[in-house]
């Protein structure tokens, strides 16, 4: 019949089909299955499937674990690579990346060195990885991205993850013996080979090394592409002087968590979403039949006037949201699929009650906002000869650069 | 006080519930699936119809009391 599909904009009826249990994720084989790093991965599953790789994994995103990564992974992974690094010209996507992959890298289950050569590495198979992921949003040769999707699995699967899940085999090998005093890794491969040896998940190594990748996209790619969209309203190249907010953020990790949680409202880095209708359902009081397709703008929900005011469209990092209403609208998703790393990248906003304190030990700023205060603490600035390039190679591109050029002051780390 | 019940095979563990009413939600042995906890009685009643809202997978009912 052809019927064009159903087109949800409010936040609301967008918030409802994200819990309709009878919209899948996974959109069509084409997209998911043949060459796309996705297939088989947690975020393409759907029903019971879904529910217990979700089981599996949601453990490694407890409360107790971030309040780790918080205080004792972000200042290694963070501040002193921005210690290190943040001087002269630089490429902003990249020194973002090589601090968000530390951690997405940790979570994982991927060994590294930490040396820049193997973050920088690392980050670039998770950005192949993405465009190889959003293959249906591709708009550059399909065969080329497939292409090189298989290449960087299998650098991923040869270089990095091999050689941690034989460590880790060899640990839980030493585990089940008695004989090692070395405790196990807190990891997503970890868990995933333990629960492939007790008989509960069946994952082949491909798949764990996708699934193990698409954590490294997830982890570090959102974040860094995020930690750009957020200094493109900082350095003001949206015509606006907000200096004084870049000032601000460099001392305030609170005022940092909150102009993350605004960027992320403004500018969500998938600004639609499809579902497929798996069986016939009622959607925002329209039916719908098994097998069409429904589309999700996020975009437009994020702006949705009646939950976030009639300034909904401006960059407000201070503003108050309607009752019901998430900081960051629906960018993270909601219901069984929301993003299992939210708290990791955008923290938990402070509670009714909470004070603003900034050496509490229990708040959780998130990984990006620590991010934007260390790269705003060490000076950064446009770069006078060169601007930021989207990557048209997507749809997306109005969320996700390819180059974002930027200058440190040297003068701190030149005698 | 409200009724609370958690629809087991709804829930996937997130945990956004003992996050948000530490005190009427628990996990399991396994950290797999919540469940209801004995604090719920003096948790308030808007706690838990929050817990409930952001729930991701819906798992979680909060009714009204209609006893007596």
């Known amino acids: 019949m052809g019927s064009e599909a159903l087109v949800l904009d409010r936040y609301a009826d967008i918030r409802e089909a994200l819990y309709d249990k009878h919209l899948s994720r996974n959109l069509d084989e084409r997209s998911f299955e043949e060459g796309n790093p996705r297939a088989g991965v947690l975020s393409t599953l759907h029903g019971s499937e879904h529910k217990d790789r979700r089981r599996l994994e949601n453990p490694l995103f407890r409360r107790s674990a971030l309040v780790e990564y918080e205080h004792e992974l972000f200042p290694v992974a963070i501040d002193a690579i921005a210690a290190r690094d943040a001087v002269g010209d630089l490429d902003l996507l990249e020194l973002a990346g090589s601090m968000a992959v530390v951690l997405a890298a940790k979570r994982a289950g991927i060994d590294h060195d930490g040396s820049l050569r193997q973050l920088t590495e690392l980050f670039w198979h998770g950005l192949n990885l993405a465009q190889g992921a959003s293959l249906a949003d591709t708009i550059i040769d399909r065969e080329r991205v497939e292409q090189e999707t298989r290449q960087t699995l299998q650098a991923l699967e040869d270089d990095y993850v091999g050689p941690s899940r034989r460590r880790r085999e060899a640990l839980i090998d030493a585990a089940e013996r008695g004989t090692s005093g070395e405790p196990l890794p807190h990891d997503l491969l970890t868990v995933a080979l333990r629960s492939r040896r007790d008989g509960g998940l069946e994952l082949d190594d491909a798949l764990l090394t996708r699934e193990v990748g698409l954590y490294l996209h997830g982890g570090s790619h959102t974040s860094a592409q995020t930690t750009c969209n957020a200094f493109e309203f900082l350095l003001g190249f949206d015509g606006v002087d907000r200096s004084a907010l870049l000032r601000e953020a460099g001392s305030s990790l609170l005022t940092a968590q909150r102009i993350v949680h605004e960027t992320l409202r403004v500018v969500p880095m998938t600004p639609r979403l499809k579902r497929r209708v798996v069986e016939n359902t009622v959607v925002a009081g329209t039916e719908v039949s098994a097998g069409e397709t429904v589309v999700l703008d996020i975009g437009s929900g994020n702006r949705d006037p009646d939950y976030y005011g009639d300034n909904a469209d401006a960059f407000d990092p201070d503003r108050t949201v309607a009752e019901g209403a998430s900081l960051w609208g629906l960018s993270f998703g909601a219901g069984a699929h929301i993003c299992i790393g939210r708290s990791v990248a955008g923290g938990v906003p402070l509670q009714g009650g909470e004070q603003e304190d900034e050496t509490s030990a229990s708040h959780l700023y998130g990984q990006v906002a620590r991010m934007i205060r260390a790269i705003a603490t060490h000076g950064v600035q446009r770069d006078p000869q060169r601007v930021p390039e989207r990557d048209e190679r997507t749809t997306r591109s109005s969320s996700r650069w390819l180059r974002f050029p930027v200058r440190f002051p040297r003068s701190d780390h030149e005698e | ?68």
């Open chain 2, 1 to 68: 006080m409200p009724r609370v019940t958690i629809d087991d095979d709804l829930c996937v563990g997130t945990g956004e519930c003992v996050r948000l009413a530490p005190d009427a939600f628990q996990l399991d042995d396994d950290d797999e699936v919540a469940s209801v906890a004995p604090g719920v009685a003096r948790t308030p009643t808007e706690q838990l119809r929050r817990a409930a809202y952001e729930c991701p997978t819906g798992a979680i009912s909060v009714d009204e009391d209609t006893s007596a």
